[in-house]
C-alpha cells in the first residue's frame, strides 16, 4: 500500500474541505448518519457475526453512531465550536496602540484514526473518533481494526457513498486494513498530523511513544482502559444493600464486561462486606457467559484470571470457567484493602466480567486508597447525602483521578451528549484534557490560530466584524452572538 499518494491525496482534500461552511460539513455528515440508516439491514448481520454481540445491541450500537453524527453535524452548521475570540483594535492606546487579534479554532489536517475492537460501529470505521475529526474538517486515514473486516468495508463504502452525495474529494476518508506494520506507518507519515485510539494499553503506548519519536511530535489521543472504581458507602449500602448489588452486577456483566467503563474495582465496608458479597452471589447465579469478540480477547481474559489465581491475597467468591474458551465467564474476587495497595498490579484492568471487591475497615485506609488510585475514566461514589458532605477531601482526591465523577448508577452506559467526558488522568488514556465521547471531542483535531491585523475581507466569515455567521463569541471579553 502506498502510503505517500493516499497522504498527498488527503492533504490535498484537507486544504479543499477546511474551507467550506460548516453547513455543508453538516450536510456531508447527515447525508451519511441517513446513508448508515439505508444501509442498516446489511451492517447489522455483519456486525453481530464478526464480534459475537448480539442484535439488539448492535441495532443500538448502530443508533448511538448515527446519534453521534447527526449531533456533530448539527454543532457544525451552529458553528460556534471554533471559539471565536475577538479582541479589536485600539489605536489611541498609551503608550501604545493595541493591535486587533482574532483568534479560532482551524483544523489539523490529515489524522489517523484506529478502530476499537469492543464497538465495531460506534468506535470504529464511522465511529466517534472519524467523525469528530470529518466535523472538524480533517481527512481520516481509518486503520481498520481486523476483528470486524467487513463490517469496516461496509461502512467505508457508506462513507464514501455519502462523500460522493455531498461532491466532496474521496480522499476525505481512507480505509486500510493490515496489521502492525501498516498502522505503525500510518503513525510515522510525515504528513499525519494526531492520531485517535482506544484499546490496550500495549498498543496505545506503542503508539504514543512512536509518535513523540517523530523528526515532527503529533498528539495522539489513546483511551486505553480502566477499573472505573465504585466507592460504598455505610449508610448508602445498608439502606440499598440488593439493589446496588444488582445495579453493580449489570453494570458488571454488560457487554460480557467488554466496556472501557466497565467496574472492575468496589470498595465496601468491612462491616457490611458479607452482606453485599452474597447479594452479589445471589445476582450473579444466573448469568451465563457469552461469546467474547474474539478469541485473543477471551485468551487475555483467562490469563489474566490465572495470574490472579495464583495471588494468595484474592478469595474467589465466583471463579471463572474457561471450559468453552471464547465464553467470559463472570468472575469476583475479594481482597483486604492493606493487600490492595500493598501491590499496583491489583489495579490492572482484567478486560471483561472480572471485579475485585476490596475491603476496607476505616475512612483513613480509603483515603489512602484514592491516593494511591491510578488515573481512571470514571470512579462512582454510592453514598447518602449527608455521607457525602462528611467526605469532601475524599471527593476532592477522587477529581484528580478521574475524567468523569458519579453519585448516582454505574458507570457503564456513556451518555453522548454536550457535556460528556469520556478520558481521564493516565493511565486511562494519553491525553486527559480531552475526550472521545461528546461534543467536545472535535477539539481534539483542530488547534488555535490568532490573527493580528489581518484586512476585514480577507478574514474567515467567524472572525469578520458583524459576525456573519451568527455564532457565539468572545468579543473584548464579553461573550455575545
Ligand atoms: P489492541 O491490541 O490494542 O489493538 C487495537 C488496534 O491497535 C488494532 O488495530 C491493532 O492492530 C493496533 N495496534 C495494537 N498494538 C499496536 C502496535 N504496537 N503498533 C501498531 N498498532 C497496534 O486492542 P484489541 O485487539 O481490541 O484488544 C486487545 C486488548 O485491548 C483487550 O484484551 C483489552 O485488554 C484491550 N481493549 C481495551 C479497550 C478499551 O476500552 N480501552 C477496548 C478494546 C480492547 P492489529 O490488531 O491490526 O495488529
Not at 38 to 52: F, H, T
Not at 87 to 105: F, G, Q, S, Y
Not at 110 to 133: K, Q
Not at 366 to 380: C, D, P, R, S, V
Request: glycine share 8%; charged share 20%.
Amino acid at each position: 500500500m502506498n502510503f505517500d499518494s493516499i497522504f498527498s491525496a488527503a492533504q490535498e482534500a484537507f486544504l479543499f474541505y477546511k474551507n467550506l461552511p460548516g453547513k455543508e460539513k453538516g450536510e456531508f455528515l447527515d447525508t451519511l448518519a441517513e446513508t448508515l440508516e439505508a444501509n442498516r439491514a446489511e451492517i447489522v448481520p455483519l456486525a453481530v457475526k464478526e464480534s459475537n454481540l448480539p442484535e439488539g445491541r448492535i441495532n443500538g450500537e448502530l443508533g448511538r453512531t448515527t446519534g453521534q453524527i447527526k449531533l456533530f453535524a448539527n454543532m457544525v452548521k451552529e458553528g460556534s465550536w471554533v471559539e471565536a475570540t475577538v479582541d479589536p483594535a485600539d489605536p489611541n492606546r498609551a503608550p501604545l496602540p493595541k493591535a486587533d487579534i482574532r483568534r479560532m479554532l482551524t483544523p489539523l489536517g490529515p489524522v489517523v484514526v484506529f478502530g476499537a475492537s469492543n464497538f465495531p460501529l460506534a468506535f470504529s470505521t464511522a465511529g466517534g473518533d472519524t467523525i469528530s475529526a470529518l466535523a472538524s474538517g480533517c481527512p481520516v486515514i481509518y486503520k481498520a481494526h481486523p476483528a470486524h473486516p467487513e463490517t469496516s468495508r461496509k461502512v467505508a463504502d457508506c462513507i464514501h457513498q455519502a462523500i460522493l452525495k455531498s461532491g466532496l474529494p474521496s480522499a476525505l476518508f481512507t480505509h486500510v486494513e493490515g496489521g502492525i506494520a501498516e498502522g505503525q506507518a500510518l503513525v510515522k507519515h510525515p504528513a499525519a498530523k494526531a492520531v485517535a485510539f482506544t484499546g490496550s494499553h500495549v498498543g496505545g503506548m506503542a503508539l504514543f511513544d512512536l509518535a513523540n519519536k517523530r523528526d515532527e511530535p503529533i498528539p495522539v489521543y489513546a483511551e486505553m482502559g480502566s477499573v472505573n472504581p465504585i466507592f460504598c458507602f455505610p449508610k448508602k449500602l445498608a439502606a440499598n444493600n440488593d439493589a446496588l448489588a444488582k445495579a453493580f452486577v449489570g453494570s458488571l456483566t454488560l457487554g460480557v464486561g467488554q466496556f472501557c467503563t466497565n467496574p472492575g474495582l468496589i470498595f465496601v465496608p468491612e462491616s457490611q462486606a458479607k452482606t453485599f458479597e452474597n447479594a452479589i452471589a445471589e445476582e450473579l447465579k444466573d448469568i451465563a457467559g457469552a461469546p467474547m469478540l474474539h478469541p485473543g480477547i477471551a485468551q487475555a481474559y483467562y490469563d489474566s484470571i490465572q495470574f490472579l489465581e495464583s495471588r494468595e491475597e484474592l478469595r474467589w467468591v465466583k471463579v471463572a470457567d474457561p471450559k468453552h474458551l471464547i465464553n467470559g465467564s463472570t468472575a469476583l474476587a475479594e481482597i483486604k484493602a492493606a493487600d490492595w495497595l500493598a501491590d499496583k498490579v491489583f489495579q490492572k484492568e482484567v478486560f471483561g466480567a472480572f471485579a475485585m471487591m476490596v475491603v476496607y475497615q476505616s475512612e483513613d485506609e480509603l483515603a489512602e486508597i484514592a491516593k494511591n488510585l491510578h488515573g481512571q475514566l470514571t470512579i462512582t461514589v454510592w453514598a447518602e447525602e449527608e455521607e457525602l458532605r462528611n467526605q469532601l477531601f475524599l471527593i476532592n482526591l477522587l477529581e484528580e483521578k478521574c475524567g468523569r465523577l458519579l453519585f448516582k448508577g454505574a458507570p457503564t452506559g456513556v451518555e453522548v451528549g454536550y457535556a460528556m467526558q469520556h478520558g481521564g488522568p493516565y493511565p486511562s488514556t494519553t491525553a486527559a484534557n480531552s475526550t472521545s465521547v461528546g461534543a467536545h471531542a472535535i477539539k481534539r483535531f483542530a488547534r488555535p490560530i490568532a490573527f493580528q491585523d489581518m484586512p476585514q475581507d480577507l478574514l474567515p466569515d467567524a472572525l469578520r466584524d458583524g459576525n456573519p455567521l451568527g455564532i457565539w463569541r468572545l468579543v473584548n471579553g464579553n461573550y455575545e452572538k
